[in-house]
């Protein structure tokens, strides 16, 4: 089992509409998750970062965190064709320890006209 | 602020020749993590530098090595190339590393082993 499992996709959403990616984590004692986007050819740019159960709102973009399921969420309101691209969810799976962030895959996200 | 950078952005190698990358943090970060993004495997942890030490490590083979300096900025080197190690290296630099730190990247170094 990976440590951090996504849809690789592609998800095809229409403008406008929400775009929901999905992530599980398999270290229970994890306790920040983060949501990068990164386009193409360029490096990973940090959206969101969540810590406690529940949801943060941060604009368009929620994320959503459900510890006993061992899941987080990012919800994209109003897509626009400028958020295709992938999103990579990441965990630190200890709360102390030096940077040691595991990364999934990657849903890659095309917001079609 | 300026952001993370890293030098050289592009490189070209045989196998067999080694390289050395360069990351300058973002003023005021300690905390210098490198990553290696393939196609095939996605981003995978090399290690993590503080204060000049190297605080935790990936499960990369002893040809990837890495430093820091005093003012943050970090090295990494592969030595005896291979064609497999061809991918966009990502430094990212945080505060101080904890678990709730957030990591900045920096735009990559492209690095093709012929």
């Known amino acids: 089992q990976k440590e951090v499992e996504q849809n690789s996709g592609p998800l095809s959403v229409p403008e406008g509409a929400i775009a929901s990616l999905n992530c599980t984590y398999s270290?229970?004692?994890?306790?920040?998750f983060f949501w990068y986007r990164q386009y193409s050819g360029k490096s990973p740019e940090l959206i969101m970062s969540i810590y406690s159960n529940g949801d943060k709102e941060d604009g368009r973009f929620t994320a959503q965190l459900n510890k006993a399921s061992q899941y987080v969420s990012l919800l994209i309101r109003d897509s626009q064709p400028s958020d295709s691209a992938t999103y990579l969810c990441a965990v630190n799976p200890t709360y102390s320890s030096a940077s040691k962030i595991i990364f999934g895959s990657g849903t890659r996200l095309s917001i079609r006209p | 602020k300026a952001g993370v950078t890293q030098t050289p952005r592009y490189l070209i190698k045989t196998r067999g020749q080694q390289v050395t990358l360069s990351c300058s943090p973002i003023?005021?970060?300690?905390?210098v993590s490198w990553y290696q993004q393939t196609p095939g495997q996605g981003l995978q942890f090399l290690f993590e530098y503080f204060s000049e030490t190297q605080r935790n490590k990936g499960n990369f083979p002893g040809r990837f090595s890495g430093r820091q300096f005093s003012n943050s900025r970090s090295e990494m080197n592969v030595s005896t190339l291979e064609l497999g190690d061809s991918a966009l290296y990502l430094c990212?630099?945080?505060?101080?590393?904890?678990?709730?730190?957030?990591?900045?990247f920096g735009p990559g170094t492209r690095l093709t082993v012929l």
């Open positions: 270290d229970r004692g994890s306790q920040s």
């Open positions: 003023s005021g970060h300690r905390s």
């Open positions: 990212a630099s945080s505060l101080d590393g904890t678990g709730v730190d957030t990591q900045y």
